[in-house]
């Protein structure tokens, strides 16, 4: 695999690593739920206390509230990245190459499913998917440089 092939296919895959760092916040914020549930319980069971510790409660709430506003702002950028990638690929002529990037890059389907899905060999969509991201490196490019084109006009 070429240098502008690898650089293209870790430009597709940003989008997979969004996803990932939205559902590990997903799941830090479920534990810290269930931190928050089993300190209430621990509240409520124990003896009164005239001084129980509010703020402990008040911090796991502040940081539940934190992470999940991040998980929005992630969720905002994915959706803006994907709606940029998927016109990129409009950009490329042939619907069997759109659709291997699309299950691959924004559905992060494995190859195996995209293979069953098109009803093709694994091999071949191997193949074709290579000829995919040559053909999006070309548009890429041809996007770049028409841009540049008329931003000095």
Known sequence: MTQE????KEYLSQAFYIDQRINSK???VSSLHDLAHKATATLSDTVVSR???N??????????IDLENEINSD?????????????????????????????RY???QSWEQIAV???????????????????????RHVETV???????L
């Open 106 to 108: 924004l559905c992060f």
């Open 26 to 28: 997903i799941e830090m």
């Open 51 to 53: 001084t129980r510790n």
């Open 146 to 152: 028409c841009l540049l084109t008329k931003q000095n």
């Open 75 to 103: 969720i905002d950028e994915l959706v803006d990245l994907k709606q940029k990638l998927i016109s990129e690929i409009k950009n490329i002529k042939r619907i069997e190459y759109q659709t291997i990037l699309e299950k």
């Open 5 to 8: 092939q690898k650089k293209t």
């Open 117 to 139: 899905d098109m009803d093709y060999d694994l091999r071949w969509v191997y193949r074709m998917h290579i000829k995919a991201i040559d053909e999006f490196t070309k548009t």
């Open 55 to 64: 703020h402990k409660m008040e911090n796991v709430i502040v940081k539940i």
